[in-house]
């Protein structure tokens, strides 16, 4: 990254935690040459996102720099959050992970360590949508959705795709299914793959106000770990991995 830029963002990052600072206060914050920093802060003034007071002299952010955040969702936003506990994951069992949300009805792969995973058969992109009843990251979040959440959800659904509409068996067989997931803290499912037939693994990821906000994932070759081995080795690391997650999204942040 070129010197000038990376300063450039240090002020950006140092104005965002402060309603403003002067450009001694900036020297002495960043360690920045006087000469450099009224190079950098001049740019940032042309381009629009700082501003200096002429009663003051002290500088502050525009409401331009609302325009580099524009985009970025919060699935992004947990996306960066997930990733390193999701590759030290795969360090540790060697199979793929990944990270989903639920974006509408469907489910989104925000992250996953595809192409770090000696074990990984088939790939998928990051924004690849999965569907929300037949996956383990479906049923995870589908199971820790409040009751009222989860029955809208399955109606739009429904309503959306009236082939997967569930008749009363069919939905008091989900319920079962869906409080058996909330009461062990995992979900699976088994599917055939392009190459293989692969069981999923989901535990999912609840915040501090109790909220599900997406399962961390693993995909193994079913003929490779039977599935008792399975829970007993890969459960507890995904668990962990998806507390560490948790504990680092913001209070209240959505």
């Known amino acids: ?3 000038s830029l990376a300063r450039g ?3 950006l990052a140092l104005l965002n935690k402060r309603e403003s600072a002067s450009v001694a206060d900036l020297c002495e914050a ?5 000469a450099s920093l009224y190079r950098v802060l001049d740019a940032l003034v042309v381009e629009g996102y700082l501003y200096q007071h ?3 002299h002290r500088y502050r952010l525009t409401l331009q720099v609302l325009t580099l955040s524009e985009g970025f969702s919060d699935g992004q936003h947990l996306a960066g959050v997930a990733r390193p506990f999701l590759a030290l994951v795969t360090q540790k069992l060697q199979w793929p992970v990944s990270f989903g949300t639920l974006s509408g009805l469907d489910l989104v792969v925000r992250e996953n360590t595809d192409d770090e995973s000696p074990l ?3 790939s998928f992109k990051i924004g690849y949508r999965m569907p929300l009843l ?3 990251t479906g049923l995870c979040i589908l199971a820790h959705l409040d009751s009222a959440s989860r029955d809208a959800v399955l109606a739009a659904l429904a309503e959306r795709e009236p082939k997967s509409a569930l008749n009363s068996r069919e939905r008091a067989a989900l319920d079962l299914g869906l409080r058996e997931v909330r009461r062990r803290g995992y979900a699976t ?3 055939r793959r392009q190459r293989t037939e692969a069981t999923s693994i989901a535990v999912p990821v609840i915040d501090a106000g109790d909220d599900v906000r997406g399962a961390v994932t693993l995909r193994f070759a079913k003929a490779a770990v039977r599935q008792a ?3 007993a080795t890969f459960v507890p690391v995904l668990a962990e991995a998806a507390a560490r997650i948790a504990a680092r999204i913001p209070k209240g942040g959505h």
């Not at 960043?30 to 006087?34: D, M, V």
């Open 134 to 136: 037949t996956t383990a």
């Open 229 to 231: 081995e399975a829970v």
């Open 54 to 56: 002429r009663s003051d």
């Open 189 to 191: 499912y088994d599917r």
């Open 30 to 34: 960043l360690k920045i040459p006087r």
């Open 1 to 3: 990254m070129p010197l």
């Open 9 to 11: 963002l240090e002020i």
């Open 120 to 122: 990984a058969t088939d």
